[in-house]
T-cell receptor
Framework: DGGITQSPKYLFRKEGQNVTLSCEQN?????MYWYRQDPGQGLRLIYY???????QKGDIAEGYSVSREKKESFPLTVTSAQKNPTAFYLC????????????FGDGTRLSIL | AQRVTQPEKLLSVFKGAPVELKCNYS??????LFWYVQYSRQRLQLLLR??SRESIKGFTADLNKGETSFHLKKPFAQEEDSAMYYC??????????????FGSGTRLLVRP
């Protein structure tokens, strides 16, 4: 069953703690993306990667970090520098080039303890 | 500034009534426009894109460059259309990131 798998579904972070959200895809897509969704707002781009071992900052990258060591994996770390991390995080992937529609995972909801 | 605006947070209609979900955009260039939908307990998925010029589940959307709009329409709403709808744009080849810029979404509620 091809698709994008995000884990965990729910995650709780303590003050000063880094947490990592997992995103795996078996669609053989080159490009992967991380979005943040807050209530009443659309999705905002955190980081994206178009190829293995390369990634770029999106619109709200501060307090986050990523890696892209394998084509199928694009984990997102929410660091202690992110002062307002409570949100819904969505991972997506697409063919590249020329881009095209993005396929989304089920998301991870991160909350602060 | 690149922006997608969906002016309605909630749109409530009766079954069988016509539906129009509004989307306006601001982009300096020729973007690609998309509509994504999220049904209850399901993941966000592509509904349609303007370059395909197709009708999906009875929905259509026409890109109006003069009015910078990409409204989503359906002549007769069904209860199963109830969902959250997001309009999004991409710079396509003009933007090397191919990132999507999303509107804030409109919740469509179709009443029996």
């Amino acid at each position: 069953d091809g698709g994008i798998t995000q884990s965990p579904k729910y995650l709780f972070r303590k003050e000063g703690q880094n947490v990592t959200l997992s995103c795996e895809q078996n669609l053989n897509h080159d490009a992967m993306y991380w979005y943040r969704q807050d209530p009443g707002q659309g999705l905002r781009l955190i980081y994206y990667s178009q190829i293995v071992n390369d990634f770029q900052k999106g619109d709200i990258a501060e307090g986050y970090s990523v890696s892209r060591e394998k084509k199928e994996s694009f984990p997102l770390t929410v660091t202690s520098a992110q002062k307002n991390p409570t949100a819904f995080y969505l991972c997506a992937s697409s063919m590249f080039p020329p881009g095209g529609p993005q396929h989304f995972g089920d998301g991870t909801r991160l909350s602060i303890l | 500034a690149q922006r997608v605006t969906q002016p309605e947070k909630l749109l409530s209609v009766f079954k069988g009534a016509p539906v129009e979900l509004k989307c306006n955009y601001s982009y300096s260039g020729s973007p690609e426009l998309f509509w994504y939908v999220q049904y209850s307990r399901q993941r966000l998925q592509l509904l349609l894109r303007h370059i395909s010029r197709e009708s999906i589940k009875g929905f259509t959307a026409d890109l109006n460059k003069g009015e910078t709009s990409f409204h989503l329409k359906k002549p007769f709403a069904q209860e199963e259309d109830s969902a959250m709808y997001y309009c999004a744009l991409s710079g396509g080849r003009m933007d090397s990131s191919y990132k999507l810029i999303f509107g804030s979404g409109t919740r469509l509620l179709v009443r029996p």
